[in-house]
């Protein structure tokens, strides 16, 4: 008999008991202070028709696709969420009616990336998510009350940990700038979302990647020609 491999799968982590009820624990920790702001939880599903992660463009090699079970040819193909966004705008969209707006909600759910496993970097994680959702717009004094959440969360996280934490800054990044500043260079449309999604990846991967990055864009050599 053949052995087999009983390890977890790289990237999906497995806690002992004592660190599952310490993430338990900060988790409860977020979540007061969500609701302390007064936003409501939703949840949902783990599993959304690929049409629908796939309307975020870029990702399509992060989803874990769930395939179509081979007996029913009428079934839709599926995947696992990638992040929590997407499954907002569906279930907003859907829901649209039974909401109040401006709608205040969190979601604390794990997501799954098909991404390659590094140290800090897990392909299943929570990720912790507060939006402030508005008819048509929203005042620009919400845009400030999230980040006076995110600095109360991470201080009651810190607070909970004793110190463990270690200090934090919020960095601030307004795309409306960026985008204002794009079009001033002829870049508009779907082209300022990519250059937008590899720009927000510099932190990880170093300004040189970033750059070379940014070379391979079609739209960005098209501008240098």
Not at 6 to 14: M, N
Not at 154 to 173: C, E, F, M, W
Not at 178 to 190: E, K, P, Q
Not at 201 to 208: A, I, L, P, T, V
């Amino acid at each position: 008999m053949a052995k087999v491999n009983i390890a977890p799968v790289s990237g999906f982590p497995e806690w002992l008991p004592g660190a599952r009820m310490e993430e338990q624990r900060l988790i409860d920790v977020i979540r007061r202070q969500y609701e302390l702001y007064g936003f409501a939880p939703i949840e949902t599903p783990a599993v959304e028709r690929l049409e629908v992660l796939l309307s975020k463009g870029g990702m399509q090699r992060q989803i874990f696709s769930l395939g179509r079970p081979s007996d029913d040819e009428g079934a839709e193909t599926l995947g696992l969420h990638f992040d929590l966004t997407v499954p907002l705008a569906r279930y907003v969209a859907q829901r649209s009616n039974d909401l109040t707006f401006p709608f205040r909600r969190y979601q604390i759910q794990k997501v799954w990336r098909g991404e390659r496993a590094q140290r800090g970097r897990f392909r299943e994680f929570y990720q912790c998510d507060i939006d402030i959702i508005g008819r048509e717009s929203l005042d620009v004094i919400q845009d400030a009350e999230i980040v006076a959440v995110i600095n109360s969360t991470l201080q009651s996280v810190r607070d909970a940990t004793k110190g463990r934490l270690p200090d934090y800054k919020i960095h601030l990044n307004n795309r409306k700038i960026l985008s204002s500043l794009f079009s001033a260079f002829g870049i508009t449309g779907d082209a300022i979302g990519e250059i937008m999604r590899t720009i927000d990846k510099m932190q990880r991967d170093g300004k040189n990647a970033t750059e070379s990055s940014l070379l391979t864009l079609p739209i960005i050599l098209t501008q240098t020609l």
